[in-house]
């Protein structure tokens, strides 16, 4: 079975800062792990993707995210944030290569001037 | 970019009534998905459908819910008598390849009163 817990319902940063969003994942088996964006009163939006390979991946709008096993854990950053990334952020997991996706509880970023 | 597509994007229906989710998929995917998102809440899997059959359904997936590919490219969610808690945002998705990300749509909000 796999899960995900992202740690923080709200991050509020300014803009310019870093932004970091935490995500750590539960799985039974070697997992492909997603960030999707939200907006609102919008659908899912992939942000990046790790599936196999390279453990730091790069996304769309300048994030990334860094895969580390030992600590089971995929947290997204971006060096210096925008005010068009206010958003929520979901943080999710396959468990097999086609099935079903398991989201965390989402993170909303705010940015302020 | 091909997109996945549905509508209509608000339902408001009348408790107790039946209700028809519609989902055009990218059109050279095979795996089809429905996600549901209570206000508030995270993203939750319904159902996933692959070669003319459910693969995959979740506790809420229970006999009030149905889907159907009824022709080459239409896949639908079907709620036989919606209750209150059935409110809130249905996204569907499609995956074209193993290991790779799914697709969503924008969303479809549906109202129960």
């Known amino acids: 079975a796999q899960s995900v817990t992202q740690l923080g319902s709200h991050v509020s940063v300014s803009e310019g800062a870093l932004v970091l969003l935490r995500c750590n994942y539960s799985?039974?088996?070697?997992?492909?792990l997603f960030w999707y964006v939200q907006y609102p009163n919008q659908g899912l939006q992939l942000l990046l993707k790790y599936t196999t390979g390279a453990t730091l991946v790069k996304g769309i709008n300048g994030f990334e995210a860094e895969f580390k096993k030992s600590e089971t854990s995929f947290h997204l950053t971006k060096p210096s944030a925008h005010m068009s990334d206010a958003a929520e952020y979901f943080c999710a997991v396959y468990g097999t290569s086609y099935g079903k996706l398991t989201f965390g509880q989402g993170t909303i970023l705010t940015v302020h001037p | 970019e091909p997109e996945v597509t549905q509508t209509p994007s608000h339902q408001v229906t009348q408790m107790g009534q039946e209700v028809i989710l519609r989902c055009v998929p990218i059109s050279n995917h095979l795996y089809f998905y429905w996600y549901r998102q209570i206000l508030g809440q995270k993203v939750e899997f319904l159902v996933s459908?692959?070669?003319?059959?459910?693969?995959?359904k979740s506790e809420i997936f229970d006999d009030q819910f149905s889907v159907e590919r009824p022709d080459g490219s239409n896949f639908t969610l079907k709620i036989r008598s919606t209750k209150l808690e059935d409110s809130a945002m249905y996204f569907c998705?499609?995956?074209?390849?193993?290991?790779?990300?799914?697709?969503f749509g924008d969303g479809t909000r549906l109202s129960i009163l």
């Open positions: 799985s039974s088996v070697p997992p492909y």
């Open positions: 459908f692959y070669n003319n059959e459910i693969s995959e």
């Open positions: 998705a499609s995956l074209g390849q193993q290991n790779q990300p799914q697709h």
